[in-house]
Protein backbone atom coordinates (compact mmCIF):
# COMPACT_ATOMS: atom_id res chain seq x y z
CA UNK A 1 0.00 0.00 0.00
CA UNK A 2 1.20 3.03 -1.15
CA UNK A 3 0.57 6.45 0.98
CA UNK A 4 2.03 9.92 0.09
CA UNK A 5 3.44 12.06 1.94
CA UNK A 6 3.13 15.91 1.94
CA UNK A 7 6.60 17.11 0.17
CA UNK A 8 9.70 18.02 2.29
CA UNK A 9 7.22 16.62 6.14
CA UNK A 10 9.17 13.32 6.68
CA UNK A 11 11.87 13.23 3.44
CA UNK A 12 14.58 15.71 2.79
CA UNK A 13 13.35 16.26 -0.79
CA UNK A 14 16.25 15.33 -3.42
CA UNK A 15 16.26 14.84 -7.44
CA UNK A 16 13.39 13.09 -8.29
CA UNK A 17 12.10 12.63 -5.21
CA UNK A 18 8.80 14.04 -4.00
CA UNK A 19 7.52 11.51 -1.14
CA UNK A 20 7.80 7.70 -1.34
CA UNK A 21 7.43 7.14 -4.66
CA UNK A 22 9.46 8.57 -7.84
CA UNK A 23 8.71 10.42 -10.33
CA UNK A 24 10.25 11.00 -14.05
CA UNK A 25 11.18 14.97 -13.46
CA UNK A 26 13.41 17.08 -10.48
CA UNK A 27 12.31 19.76 -8.69
CA UNK A 28 14.68 22.39 -8.25
CA UNK A 29 13.81 26.07 -7.51
CA UNK A 30 17.07 27.13 -9.35
CA UNK A 31 15.55 25.82 -13.19
CA UNK A 32 14.43 29.03 -14.87
CA UNK A 33 10.59 27.88 -15.92
CA UNK A 34 9.92 30.72 -18.17
CA UNK A 35 10.25 28.82 -21.77
CA UNK A 36 8.28 25.79 -20.63
CA UNK A 37 5.40 28.31 -19.10
CA UNK A 38 5.49 30.26 -22.67
CA UNK A 39 4.83 27.50 -24.33
CA UNK A 40 1.94 26.12 -22.41
CA UNK A 41 0.02 29.92 -21.32
CA UNK A 42 -0.82 30.14 -25.59
CA UNK A 43 -3.54 26.82 -24.95
CA UNK A 44 -5.19 28.74 -21.90
CA UNK A 45 -5.74 32.12 -24.14
CA UNK A 46 -2.70 33.53 -22.15
CA UNK A 47 -4.75 33.72 -18.59
CA UNK A 48 -2.41 33.05 -15.87
CA UNK A 49 -4.95 32.20 -13.68
CA UNK A 50 -6.72 29.68 -15.33
CA UNK A 51 -3.13 28.05 -15.69
CA UNK A 52 -2.25 28.67 -12.29
CA UNK A 53 -5.34 26.86 -11.08
CA UNK A 54 -4.54 23.79 -13.54
CA UNK A 55 -1.05 23.87 -12.36
CA UNK A 56 -2.81 23.49 -8.73
CA UNK A 57 -4.48 20.28 -9.83
CA UNK A 58 -0.93 18.65 -10.92
CA UNK A 59 0.31 19.40 -7.75
CA UNK A 60 -2.15 17.91 -5.80
CA UNK A 61 -1.95 14.92 -7.76
CA UNK A 62 1.77 14.65 -7.19
CA UNK A 63 1.06 15.07 -3.86
CA UNK A 64 -2.17 12.78 -3.73
CA UNK A 65 -4.24 15.65 -2.43
CA UNK A 66 -7.57 15.28 -2.36
CA UNK A 67 -8.74 17.63 0.66
CA UNK A 68 -10.12 19.81 -2.32
CA UNK A 69 -12.83 17.22 -3.32
CA UNK A 70 -13.77 18.52 -6.84
CA UNK A 71 -12.58 16.94 -10.28
CA UNK A 72 -11.36 18.37 -13.33
CA UNK A 73 -13.32 18.27 -16.41
CA UNK A 74 -11.34 20.04 -19.48
CA UNK A 75 -13.81 20.90 -22.61
CA UNK A 76 -12.89 21.86 -25.98
CA UNK A 77 -13.11 20.87 -29.88
CA UNK A 78 -9.97 18.56 -31.33
CA UNK A 79 -7.30 20.37 -31.59
CA UNK A 80 -7.69 22.87 -28.57
CA UNK A 81 -4.63 20.92 -26.15
CA UNK A 82 -6.86 19.16 -24.08
CA UNK A 83 -5.58 16.05 -24.65
CA UNK A 84 -2.26 17.23 -24.59
CA UNK A 85 -2.81 18.81 -21.26
CA UNK A 86 -4.47 15.17 -20.01
CA UNK A 87 -0.83 13.76 -21.15
CA UNK A 88 1.29 16.27 -18.92
CA UNK A 89 -0.76 15.69 -16.05
CA UNK A 90 -0.73 12.00 -16.33
CA UNK A 91 3.14 11.87 -17.09
CA UNK A 92 3.36 13.09 -13.27
CA UNK A 93 2.50 9.63 -11.87
CA UNK A 94 4.11 6.19 -12.24
CA UNK A 95 2.04 3.98 -14.42
CA UNK A 96 1.43 1.98 -11.49
CA UNK A 97 -0.44 4.31 -9.68
CA UNK A 98 -3.01 5.83 -12.88
CA UNK A 99 -5.80 4.40 -14.10
CA UNK A 100 -7.97 5.18 -17.50
CA UNK A 101 -11.50 4.37 -15.88
CA UNK A 102 -14.41 6.45 -17.59
CA UNK A 103 -17.02 7.53 -15.60
CA UNK A 104 -20.14 5.33 -16.37
CA UNK A 105 -17.44 1.92 -15.37
CA UNK A 106 -17.40 3.72 -11.78
CA UNK A 107 -20.24 1.37 -10.69
CA UNK A 108 -18.47 -1.87 -11.51
CA UNK A 109 -16.70 -3.82 -8.86
CA UNK A 110 -14.08 -5.05 -10.91
CA UNK A 111 -12.83 -1.21 -11.53
CA UNK A 112 -13.52 0.12 -8.81
CA UNK A 113 -11.20 -2.69 -6.61
CA UNK A 114 -8.38 -1.15 -9.18
CA UNK A 115 -8.11 2.11 -7.61
CA UNK A 116 -6.94 1.64 -4.02
CA UNK A 117 -3.47 2.40 -5.00
CA UNK A 118 -4.08 5.22 -8.29
CA UNK A 119 -3.17 8.82 -7.27
CA UNK A 120 -4.78 9.92 -10.94
CA UNK A 121 -7.79 8.38 -13.18
CA UNK A 122 -7.92 10.22 -16.97
CA UNK A 123 -10.76 9.58 -18.23
CA UNK A 124 -13.11 10.49 -21.36
CA UNK A 125 -16.70 11.73 -21.69
CA UNK A 126 -18.81 11.56 -19.12
CA UNK A 127 -21.91 10.75 -20.63
CA UNK A 128 -25.91 10.29 -19.87
CA UNK A 129 -25.51 6.88 -19.20
CA UNK A 130 -23.67 7.37 -15.61
CA UNK A 131 -25.99 4.44 -13.19
CA UNK A 132 -26.30 5.72 -9.91
CA UNK A 133 -24.09 3.37 -8.25
CA UNK A 134 -21.26 5.09 -10.47
CA UNK A 135 -22.54 8.73 -9.24
CA UNK A 136 -22.46 7.34 -5.53
CA UNK A 137 -18.83 5.89 -6.20
CA UNK A 138 -17.52 9.40 -7.48
CA UNK A 139 -19.10 11.17 -4.27
CA UNK A 140 -16.99 8.73 -1.80
CA UNK A 141 -13.86 9.10 -3.95
CA UNK A 142 -14.08 12.78 -3.19
CA UNK A 143 -15.11 12.96 -0.48
CA UNK A 144 -12.35 11.12 1.44
CA UNK A 145 -14.86 8.02 2.04
CA UNK A 146 -14.13 4.41 2.61
CA UNK A 147 -15.10 2.47 -0.94
CA UNK A 148 -16.90 -0.75 -0.61
CA UNK A 149 -15.82 -3.28 -3.48
CA UNK A 150 -16.77 -6.49 -3.39
CA UNK A 151 -14.17 -9.23 -5.24
CA UNK A 152 -15.26 -12.36 -6.83
CA UNK A 153 -13.72 -15.71 -5.17
CA UNK A 154 -12.35 -13.28 -2.29
CA UNK A 155 -13.89 -11.50 0.42
CA UNK A 156 -15.09 -7.74 -0.29
CA UNK A 157 -12.93 -4.93 1.11
CA UNK A 158 -13.14 -1.44 1.87
CA UNK A 159 -10.59 1.24 0.60
CA UNK A 160 -10.22 4.98 0.88
CA UNK A 161 -8.41 6.36 -2.39
CA UNK A 162 -6.04 9.54 -2.60
CA UNK A 163 -6.95 9.56 -6.30
CA UNK A 164 -7.60 12.62 -8.37
CA UNK A 165 -9.75 12.59 -11.06
CA UNK A 166 -9.49 14.17 -14.89
CA UNK A 167 -11.66 14.04 -17.47
CA UNK A 168 -11.72 15.57 -20.65
CA UNK A 169 -14.37 15.96 -23.66
CA UNK A 170 -15.84 17.70 -26.98
CA UNK A 171 -19.01 18.22 -25.34
CA UNK A 172 -20.39 19.92 -22.65
CA UNK A 173 -21.04 17.32 -20.31
CA UNK A 174 -24.31 15.41 -20.11
CA UNK A 175 -25.72 14.26 -16.61
CA UNK A 176 -29.94 13.71 -17.06
CA UNK A 177 -30.06 11.43 -14.51
CA UNK A 178 -31.54 12.94 -11.06
CA UNK A 179 -30.56 11.40 -7.62
CA UNK A 180 -28.77 12.80 -4.59
CA UNK A 181 -25.38 11.18 -5.19
CA UNK A 182 -25.27 12.65 -8.62
CA UNK A 183 -26.66 16.00 -7.62
CA UNK A 184 -24.14 16.08 -4.57
CA UNK A 185 -21.61 15.20 -7.32
CA UNK A 186 -22.32 18.52 -9.51
CA UNK A 187 -21.40 20.86 -6.93
CA UNK A 188 -17.70 19.28 -7.34
CA UNK A 189 -17.18 19.38 -10.86
CA UNK A 190 -14.49 22.22 -11.85
CA UNK A 191 -14.78 23.13 -15.82
CA UNK A 192 -11.90 24.56 -18.13
CA UNK A 193 -13.23 25.36 -21.39
CA UNK A 194 -9.96 25.41 -24.63
CA UNK A 195 -11.64 27.23 -27.23
CA UNK A 196 -8.66 28.05 -29.62
CA UNK A 197 -7.79 25.77 -31.95
CA UNK A 198 -3.92 24.78 -33.32
CA UNK A 199 -4.57 22.79 -36.38
CA UNK A 200 -2.38 24.29 -38.74
CA UNK A 201 -1.04 26.75 -35.88
CA UNK A 202 2.68 27.29 -35.31
CA UNK A 203 2.47 27.17 -32.26
CA UNK A 204 4.59 24.26 -31.22
CA UNK A 205 2.03 22.31 -28.92
CA UNK A 206 3.44 19.07 -29.74
CA UNK A 207 6.26 20.13 -27.50
CA UNK A 208 4.42 19.04 -24.80
CA UNK A 209 3.59 15.80 -26.12
CA UNK A 210 4.35 12.60 -24.41
CA UNK A 211 7.84 11.96 -26.67
CA UNK A 212 8.95 15.81 -26.01
CA UNK A 213 7.53 16.71 -22.62
CA UNK A 214 11.26 15.26 -21.00
CA UNK A 215 12.71 18.44 -22.19
CA UNK A 216 10.49 20.96 -20.41
CA UNK A 217 9.32 18.60 -17.49
CA UNK A 218 11.50 19.70 -15.33
CA UNK A 219 10.60 23.27 -15.66
CA UNK A 220 6.87 22.20 -15.46
CA UNK A 221 6.99 20.58 -12.29
CA UNK A 222 8.87 23.05 -10.72
CA UNK A 223 6.19 26.10 -11.46
CA UNK A 224 3.93 23.76 -10.64
CA UNK A 225 4.98 23.01 -6.96
CA UNK A 226 5.70 26.33 -6.37
CA UNK A 227 2.12 27.61 -7.13
CA UNK A 228 0.63 28.55 -3.87
CA UNK A 229 -3.55 27.86 -3.26
CA UNK A 230 -5.88 25.07 -3.02
CA UNK A 231 -7.64 23.68 -6.48
CA UNK A 232 -10.90 23.90 -6.84
CA UNK A 233 -11.47 27.65 -5.43
CA UNK A 234 -10.45 29.76 -9.14
CA UNK A 235 -13.45 32.48 -9.17
CA UNK A 236 -12.97 31.98 -12.73
CA UNK A 237 -14.96 28.45 -13.05
CA UNK A 238 -18.29 29.76 -12.08
CA UNK A 239 -18.73 30.87 -15.93
CA UNK A 240 -17.03 27.86 -17.12
CA UNK A 241 -18.98 25.68 -15.10
CA UNK A 242 -22.30 27.05 -16.55
CA UNK A 243 -21.07 26.56 -20.29
CA UNK A 244 -19.63 23.27 -19.25
CA UNK A 245 -22.53 21.69 -17.66
Same mark, same amino acid.
Given at each position: YTRVLPFNDLLKHRKTIFCVYHIHYSWDNTIDTGEAISK???????NIEKFKEFCRFGKAVILGDVNHQCFL????????????????????????????????KFGDDTFISNFENALLNCGSEI???????????????? !???????RQVYSRPKSFVTFMNMLFNGNNSLVITKTNSARDACIDRIRVMIFSKNYRGSTHRIKDFDKVNFNQYGDAFVTYLMS?? !?????????QEENKQGI
Open positions: LLPMFNDYLKGEKGCGKSTLSNIISSLVPDEHKRAVSLNDKGVSSEAWGNLLKIT !GGDKIESVT !GSFGNWEGY
